[in-house]
């Protein structure tokens, strides 16, 4: 196997190894080089070492598909991510831009000035370019929006009107209609001329004379049946519609539920708008996903690996702070039970158990509850019995786990009441964790709210807190 081909096979961390290899060894002859007294900067970027190392980053890097380009760019410091932006070929800056994240994204775009941002745009289609105007700067927009032709104009103006979660939002406008007054004969000419389909085509759409959408025929139907069937005969109709409007949510249900490759986007009067692929769901379900993940942790948006340091403490501060006010709290709660912990040491030892198993009981109470809301699975009718369940869930954990710690307590400290509150306070901590953890996320969408922004730290406060209270409150009550 060639050199050349052995590369095209590396998967995308050897990719990613292989390029820092290549930004240090730059950078290395770069540093020497500059230690000497001659030869001057313009020997050095001319000296056949350098032109190499450049070569052989820029000949990787045109084999890159954008995805592993953006991937490999998010990995990198700022200062080798900038150098490394600098050698992506052109055509591909939109791509890449449209792959990296909102936060790598921004450092990316403050290098380019406005041309190199209008050519970037100008090679993407109407629903990407509308993906990536919230990030440029408006008079590239303008820019942008003079340069396209009518329709992808009004397009454009349409996918940037629906809001972010909307089906609208992820709506690929790059479809293919048909007749249905037409041979499937007919159909196939006209697809060879077209010379490519678009990505995820698995149907094309069936339309009358004023684009109202009467059905789809299925490309497999279209390579198996007869080619002087008429279109009316072989297509069928389409059991999944979405409208621009519907929540975005609800399109990925669907194509879970139906496995589904792609669907239709129609208005109000039934006239075709769009299709969504399953890719654009793909990627709004990572999204999703990777934003509920942030938001447990208190981070209000997805932070780049480098960010300058500020930037990130800005990010962190605020649940943080909130972190800051509960742990004072826990500490006071502790405080209030100085004499109880001085006169039997073993409580100091035993209640950090306490409050570790709630916290982790809590966070999977929460974590079930929030993908519950998110799926629509809950409603004002289940929550009693949400709750019920949950606590159900958690009395027999605690009853469980409660009994084997308050045994190693005993054998461990040779005390049956000691064993006993802590089995006692295993179980009302567990009951706690159980209740707030439904009830944290239910009262936050009520309010209007991300429900899964600072749970994990809210929970974790409640059952620290709460942990605490209930252990050395038994304690005092009963050994001492």
């Given at each position: ?22 930004l ?9 080089v500059?230690l ?30 954008p ?14 991510r ?16 449209l ?33 990536l ?35 609208g939002?992820?709506m ?6 048909i007749?249905e ?11 060879r001329?077209?010379?490519e389909?678009?990505?995820h085509?698995?149907?094309l759409?069936?339309v009358?004379r004023?684009?109202?959408l ?7 139907r ?6 002087d069937v ?29 496995d589904?490759?792609?669907?239709s ?6 006239k ?10 793909i990627?709004?379900i990572?999204?999703?996903?990777e ?62 158990i ?12 929460i ?26 869930v ?37 009951l706690l ?9 239910l ?13 994990s ?13 209930i ?10």
């Amino acid at each position: 196997m060639t050199e050349e081909n052995q590369h095209e096979n590396e998967d995308l961390q050897s990719k990613l190894e292989r390029i820092m290899y290549l930004l240090r060894k730059y950078k290395l002859v770069e540093g020497l080089v500059r230690l000497q007294d001659h030869p001057p900067r313009q020997d050095l970027v001319e000296s056949v070492i350098q032109k190499q190392n450049l070569a052989s980053l820029q000949n990787m890097l045109d084999k890159l598909h954008p995805a592993d380009i953006a991937h490999i760019l998010e990995a990198l410091p700022l200062e080798d991510r900038l150098f490394l932006w600098n050698l992506v070929k052109a055509e591909n800056d939109g791509e890449v831009l449209l792959e990296v994240s909102d936060a790598v994204r921004e450092t990316l775009i403050a290098t380019m000035g406005s041309s190199e941002l209008v050519a970037a745009a100008e090679q993407l289609d109407a629903d990407e370019i509308a993906d990536l105007a919230p990030d440029l700067p408006i008079e590239v927009i303008e820019d942008v929006f003079r340069s396209l032709p009518l329709g992808e104009r009004e397009q454009l103006r349409a996918a940037m009107s629906y809001p972010e979660d909307s089906v609208g939002a992820l709506m690929d406008f790059d479809v293919i209609t048909i007749r249905e007054d037409v041979r499937l004969e007919v159909v196939l000419r006209y697809l060879r001329r077209l010379g490519e389909l678009p990505d995820h085509t698995d149907q094309l759409f069936v339309v009358d004379r004023n684009e109202h959408l009467k059905g789809v025929l299925l490309l497999n139907r279209l390579l198996v049946t007869d080619p002087d069937v008429m279109v009316s005969e072989a297509m069928t109709k389409e059991n999944v519609k979405f409208q621009p409007y519907d929540k975005a949510q609800q399109a990925t249900e669907a194509f879970e539920r139906y496995d589904l490759v792609s669907a239709s986007v129609i208005d109000v009067d039934g006239k075709l708008l769009g299709r969504v692929t399953v890719n654009s769901v793909i990627d709004f379900i990572r999204e999703k996903a990777e934003n509920e993940a942030l938001s447990q942790a208190g981070l209000s948006e997805e932070e780049d690996l480098f960010a300058p340091i500020w930037k990130s403490v800005k990010n962190r501060w605020a649940w943080l702070a909130i972190n800051l006010v509960t742990a004072f709290i826990a500490s006071r709660v502790i405080g209030l039970f100085e004499d109880s912990i001085e006169k039997l040491v073993a409580l100091a030892a035993l209640m950090p158990i306490v409050a570790g198993v709630g916290g982790n009981s809590g966070n999977q109470t929460i974590t079930m509850i929030v993908r519950a809301i998110a799926l629509g699975q809950v409603n004002t009718d289940s929550t009693l019995k949400l709750i019920g369940k949950e606590i159900g869930v958690s009395l027999v954990n605690g009853l469980v786990w409660g009994s084997i710690v308050g045994l190693f307590t005993y054998v461990i400290y040779q005390n049956i009441p000691l064993g006993l509150v802590m089995a006692l306070a295993m179980v009302l901590n567990l009951l706690l964790a159980a209740l707030v953890g439904v009830l944290i996320p239910l009262t936050r969408k009520k309010m209007g709210r991300d429900p899964a922004i600072g749970s994990s730290v809210l929970i974790t406060a409640v059952t620290d807190s709460g942990g605490f209270f209930i252990f050395l409150g038994l304690a005092t009550l009963f050994l001492l």
